[in-house]
C-alpha cells in the first residue's frame, strides 16, 4: 500500500502540470457541454476568481519564506529584458499610432500584450524545480511590474483612447491588482522571519505545497484562458492571428532570456524570467486597456509556456534520474 501512494504521489508530481492543463480545460468544456449548469456560471466564476489569488499568495508567501531579503538585488541580465520588453512594446505602440491600418493589427496588439504581460508570481516556483535562482526571478517579478505600472498606462490609450481613465488612475488600477498578490506576500513571509522564527522554521519543512498549490491554480487557470478563448466571438481567422502572434512572442522570450542568461551564468532564471508569464493579470490587462479579443492572447499564451514548461520538467526529471543511477 505504501508503495502505491508513493508510486501515486511521484506520478502526480512528475505530471502535475499536464494534469492541471487537461482537467483545467475539461473542466469548463464539460461545463458549457451540460446545459443544466449554466445558471451556476456566475457563482462559479466568481469562486474561481476569489479562490485563485487566495492560491497565488499562499505559494508566492511560501516561495518568499525562503529567501531572504538580501538575496532580491538587481543583475544585469534583468536590464537587458527589462530593456527589450520596454522597446518593442513600445516600439509596436508607436508602429500602430503611425500605421493604424496596417495588416495584422490583431496580431500585433496580441504580441504587444504578450511582451509586456510581467513575469508569472509562480515564475519562482518553477524556475527552483528547474535549477534555477527563485531569488532573482521574484526580484525581477517585481521590477517588470513596475515597469508594466508605468508603460501601459502611457502607451496603450494611444492605441485605444480610455474616456475619463487618466495616467494616474491607470497607473493606480494596475498597482491595485499587482500589490496584494506581490508586495503583501514578500512582507508577511518576511515577518514571520524575523519575528516568528519557530513559525518560519516550521514552514521551511513544508515549502514544497508551493508546487502542489501552483498545480491547482494553473488548472484554474487554464479553465478561465479556454473560456475565454470559446466565449471570445472573433472568427477564426483573428484566432489564428492572436494565436500564432502569442505562440511566436512565447518562443521568442524563452530563447532570448536563455540566450541573455547564459551570458551572465544563470540561462534558466532569465529564460524563466521573460518567457513565464503571469496571463491571468495578462487577460484582465488586454479587457481593461485594449479590446476583449486581445485578452485572448494571454488564454493562449498560457497554453504554450505550460507546454514549455512541462517539457523542460519532464527533461530535469529525466536528467536527475539518469544522475542517480
Request: proline content about 6%; aromatic content about 12%; charged content about 10%.
Amino acid at each position: 500500500m505504501g508503495e502505491y501512494r508513493y508510486t501515486l504521489k511521484k506520478f502526480l508530481k512528475d505530471w502535475a502540470l499536464i494534469i492541471g492543463m487537461i482537467v483545467g480545460a475539461s473542466l469548463y468544456l464539460g461545463y458549457r457541454a451540460v446545459p443544466a449548469l449554466h445558471p451556476a456560471g456566475p457563482v462559479l466564476e466568481r469562486i474561481a476568481k476569489t479562490v485563485q489569488p487566495m492560491l497565488l499568495f499562499a505559494m508566492l508567501f511560501l516561495s518568499f519564506v525562503k529567501i531572504e531579503p538580501h538575496q532580491m538585488r538587481p543583475h544585469r541580465w534583468m536590464g537587458w529584458l527589462l530593456l527589450f520588453q520596454a522597446l518593442l512594446f513600445v516600439g509596436l505602440a508607436l508602429l500602430l499610432v503611425f500605421f493604424p491600418d496596417l495588416p495584422l493589427r490583431y496580431g500585433i496588439e496580441a504580441a504587444m500584450l504578450c511582451i509586456i504581460c510581467p513575469t508569472a508570481t509562480a515564475c519562482a516556483v518553477v524556475t527552483g524545480k528547474l535549477g534555477g535562482n527563485m531569488a532573482g526571478v521574484v526580484t525581477y517579478t517585481v521590477l517588470i511590474n513596475l515597469l508594466v505600472a508605468v508603460l501601459v498606462p502611457l502607451m496603450v490609450p494611444l492605441i485605444h483612447p480610455m474616456e475619463g481613465l487618466s495616467f494616474g488612475e491607470a497607473f493606480t488600477k494596475i498597482l491595485a491588482k499587482v500589490f496584494p498578490l506581490l508586495i503583501l506576500p514578500a512582507l508577511l513571509a518576511w515577518l514571520v522571519r524575523y519575528l516568528l522564527p519557530g513559525l518560519h522554521a516550521w514552514l521551511l519543512k513544508y515549502t514544497d505545497l508551493s508546487f502542489y498549490i501552483w498545480s491547482v491554480s494553473l488548472t484554474l487557470a487554464i479553465l478561465m484562458s479556454t473560456r475565454a478563448i470559446v466565449q471570445n466571438g472573433a472568427g477564426p481567422g483573428v484566432l489564428w492571428e492572436i494565436g500564432i502572434a502569442s505562440l511566436l512572442t512565447c518562443i521568442l522570450q524563452f530563447w532570448l532570456g536563455r540566450f541573455i542568461g547564459r551570458r551572465y551564468g544563470c540561462p534558466i532564471s532569465a529564460g524563466q524570467a521573460l518567457g513565464q508569464k503571469n496571463t491571468v493579470f495578462g487577460i484582465w490587462m488586454g479587457y481593461t486597456f485594449m479590446t476583449p479579443v486581445i485578452s485572448v492572447a494571454g488564454g493562449f499564451y498560457s497554453i504554450w509556456h505550460n507546454v514549455y514548461n512541462t517539457w523542460q520538467m519532464y527533461r530535469k526529471r529525466k536528467a536527475d534520474e539518469a544522475r542517480q543511477r
